[in-house]
């Protein structure tokens, strides 16, 4: 009795060069994949930049930052949208709380557009006095809702 080879059996060559895959199948893993890859994606990023010179506090908070004006209080200098405007040593030396330079470029930040939130990015070595004379400054510009920014607390 003669036996057949398996590649005999159902009519083929091994040495045949024309084995296709189920694509149907392949098709089907990718569309997953891909559907898993789209839902996982963020787009968010960082909305903030953040200067050297300054450490951001760490909170528990579970909000995501909304794009505004951004005031940066470091432990030298006053910046608002990365524009250093005023040092610190010469808004603690005034008497009054009003910071002139500030003022004035919140008022052209104001004119700019409607809004009126500002975030506060401030040192957390600061003295609460200097961001007390910071946010005093900004509402006398029209500025009435502020947030501060802090770094998400890793669990």
Known sequence: MKTKSLSQAHGTDLNDS?????????????????????QNFSVEGNLITQSNDLTIPVSSALDKPELMVSVQISGEKIMVDNVVVATVQESAATEDFLIPALFER?????ARSSETKVMLEADRELP????????????????????????????
Do not use: H, W
């Open 18 to 38: 024309s084995f296709r895959p189920q694509l149907t199948s392949l098709i089907d893993v990718m569309t997953i994949l891909l559907v898993f890859l789209i």
């Open 106 to 110: 919140m008022k052209e930040a104001k």
């Open 128 to 155: 609460f006095n200097v961001i007390k004379r910071v946010a005093y400054t900004c509402s006398q510009a029209g500025f009435s809702d502020f947030s501060v920014l802090v770094y998400q607390e890793e669990k």
